[in-house]
């Protein structure tokens, strides 16, 4: 199950999945988890799930080394049949460095491309799907929504909640974080920041102040808001 961190919160999709977690592991079936996340730091996610997360290995998976992405990039070509000269394994491996589906992928293409045009294998054929791969694989733009959609899920919230004027603890800060990461990724001005939330200027840079002096002293608040900006950015 993927993005394991989006059902915090969410009190009927935590029983079912508790239920079902439960059936699973009692039949002794194997079941991966993934999250943006770590999931002692995911809010409002009930403590009997967390334990169950503890049942198993959690692992940090970082992209590939480099001669790990030569390795599967030969390793693919081996399974297409595809003679692939080291040089061109070489400048796939160099290039894609972060998507092991990136990797593959290039070395599809390469296959077809010797299929359907007779050309060899090359480092100019490599250059020209590299360069299309890295395109298809370029980070989408970091919207307003998208901020508030990753921070609600993290905090528990909903990004209605983050844009009301609710003084609830939690609502509070997950709003003060989103106003914070605006301003670090897109660099928003406070007056432009304040429209998405219909508040003013000084409203934003208060808030900014707040949680800006909060990160300072707060660890696990600012691991977790680290963990956002990078996720987005990486997306």
């Known amino acids: 199950m993927d993005d394991i961190q989006f059902i915090a919160g969410k009190e009927m999709t935590q029983e079912e999945f508790f239920h ?3 059936e699973l592991y009692n039949s002794g079936k194997q079941i991966v988890l993934t999250s943006d996340i770590s999931p002692n730091r995911i809010k409002k996610l009930e403590e009997r799930i967390k334990t169950r997360f503890t049942l198993g290995v959690q692992a940090d ?6 001669e790990t992405r030569m390795a599967i990039v030969k ?22 460095k972060k998507n092991i589906r990136q990797l ?23 250059q020209r799907v590299i360069k299309e791969t890295l395109i298809d694989a370029a980070p989408s733009e970091i919207t307003v929504d998208r901020i508030l959609s990753d921070v609600s899920a993290s905090f528990g919230v ?18 003060k974080v989103s106003i914070y990461i605006i301003r670090d ?13 219909s508040r003013n200027h000084s409203t934003m840079t208060i808030s900014y102040s707040d949680i800006k002096e909060t990160l300072a002293h707060n660890s696990d608040l600012r691991e977790t808001v680290e963990d956002l900006i990078k996720n987005l950015k990486a997306m």
């Open 158 to 175: 909903t990004p209605e909640d983050i844009r009301s004027s609710s003084r609830n603890a939690q609502i509070s800060l997950a709003r």
């Open 185 to 197: 990724v897109k660099g928003m001005s406070f007056t432009d920041i304040g429209k998405e939330f």
């Open 61 to 66: 998976v970082q992209p590939p080394d480099f």
């Open 20 to 22: 079902t977690f439960n």
């Open 75 to 96: 390793r693919k070509a081996e399974l297409l049949d595809l003679n692939l000269p080291d040089n061109v394994a070489r400048i796939i491996s160099e290039k894609i």
């Open 104 to 126: 593959e992928g290039a070395v599809n293409k390469m296959k077809g491309l010797t299929m359907f045009s007779n050309e060899t294998p090359s480092l100019s054929m490599a």
